[in-house]
C-alpha cells in the first residue's frame, strides 16, 4: 500500500497543506524546527488516529485554530480508500471512505504504518514497557481482534486495580466483585497472550533472516517472550485462560495488600538473544542496534505477509543514528518495495546509498516544496 495524497488543515505548525507522494522514498528536508516530524506524525496519526509523540490529540491542532484535519488517500493493489479525521474539543471523528466509523478498530488497519525513531534503539535497551507498548502497537495495526481484546484488558484492568485500592483501603469487601474482575481480566489476557506468542514467532522468524544478513552471519537471533504463567507457543486460550485464573486465587492476598494487578500480560517483557546471550545486558552497543533495526525490518515483512500489503515506513532522522553499513542495509532493503517518508536536515550520503533517485521535499516553515534539482 502506499499514501497517494495527503491534505493537512491547521494540523501542527500546517496551516494547510495538500501534497501527492511518491511510491518509493520521500524525503523531508529541511532545518530544524520546519515541520519534518510534524509531516511523519500527521501520516502516522492517519494510520492510527493518534500520536507517537503526544498521548495529548489537543497538541494537534494549530495554536491558531480550533480544528484539525488530516485526510488521505491510501492505494492498494485494486482500492483507493479516502481516510479522514478530525481533531476538535470535541473528540475525535474518523472516517473511512466518507462514512464515520463509531469504532476506531473499525478504522485502524486501513493504512499500516512502520516508524522508525531514534527512540526504537531503546526496544533493546529500554524497559520492559518499551516493548509491550511495540508489540500491542505493532500487532494492533495487524490484527482488529488484537487491537480490540487490547483495549478491552485496558479498560478492565483499571477497573480492576481501582477495586484493588479499594479493598486494599477496606473501602470495599466484596470479593465475588473482584472474582468477576478477574475472570475478564483472565479472558482478555489469555487471547493477549496467545495471539502474541504467534505474532512472535513469525517475527522472530523474519528478525532472523535480515539479523544474519546483517552480522554476515555471524549471530542468531532469537526471541524469549516472559511471562509469569510460562505460556510457550501453541497453547491454547482455554488453557492460559485457567492459568490465569489460578495465578490469581494463589495471589488474591498479595494483590489487596498491594492493591494492584500482579499478574498478567501488562507485566510481561520479550528478551532478544543473540547467540543465545540476552543482547539488553551482554551485547555491545552495535548488536543492540543491530538487533533493533532486525525487529524493525522484519515488521515490515510480517506486516506484508499478515495483510498482503507492505506498510508504509516513517523514518524520523534515523539515519544520523545508523553507521554507514546499517544506513546501506536499510536504504537498500526498503528500495523498490515499500513507500518510504524519511525526514533529514542534510542529504549528504543519502542519495547516493539509493539505487532509484527519491523524491524531495523542502520543508520550511509548515510548507512543502519539491525539489527536483536535489535529487
Ligand atoms: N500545535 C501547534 N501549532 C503550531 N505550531 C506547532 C504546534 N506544535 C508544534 N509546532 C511547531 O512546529 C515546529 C516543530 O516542527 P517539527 O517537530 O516537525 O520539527 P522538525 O522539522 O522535525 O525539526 P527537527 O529537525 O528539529 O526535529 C516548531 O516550530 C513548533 O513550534
Known sequence: MYLESL????????????????????????ENAQGKTNLLEAIYVLALTRSHRTANDRDLISWQADEALVAGRVRKTNTITPLELTFSKKGKKAKVNHL???RLSRYVGQLNVILFAPEDLELVKGSPSVRRHFIDQEFGQMSPKY???AGQYRTILRQRNNYLRQLQRKQAKDLVFLGVLSDQLAA???????????????????????HEVISQAREQ???????????APGASVE???QA????FERQQQKEIEQGTTLIGPHRDDLHFLVNG??????????????????????????MKAITGEYPVLLLDDVLSELDDARQTHLLRSIQDRVQTFLTTTSLSGITRKLINPPTVFNVSDGRLQQDSTEA
Do not use: C, M, P
Not at 526471541?223 to 505460556?231: E, G, M, V, W
Not at 490465569?244 to 495465578?247: E, K, N, V, W
Open 188 to 210: 482478555f489476557g489469555a487471547e493477549l497472550v496467545v495471539a502474541r506468542l504467534t505474532f512472535l514467532k513469525q517475527l522472530e522468524k523474519w528478525a532472523q533472516g535480515v
Open 7 to 30: 491534505h493537512l488543515k491547521d494540523f501542527r505548525n500546517y496551516s494547510t497543506l495538500d501534497v501527492d507522494f511518491d511510491q518509493g522514498v520521500n524525503i523531508l528536508l529541511g
Open 221 to 231: 537471533l532469537t526471541f524469549d517472550y516472559i511471562n509469569q504463567i510460562k505460556a
Open 277 to 302: 546471550k540476552n543482547v539488553q545486558t551482554f551485547g555491545s552497543q552495535g548488536q543492540q542496534r543491530t538487533t533493533a533495526l532486525s525487529v524493525k525490518l522484519a515488521e515490515i515483512d510480517l
Open 147 to 149: 487491537l480490540y481484546n
Open 100 to 102: 464515520e466509523q463509531a
Open 239 to 241: 488453557s492460559l485462560y
Open 244 to 247: 490465569y485464573q489460578t495465578a
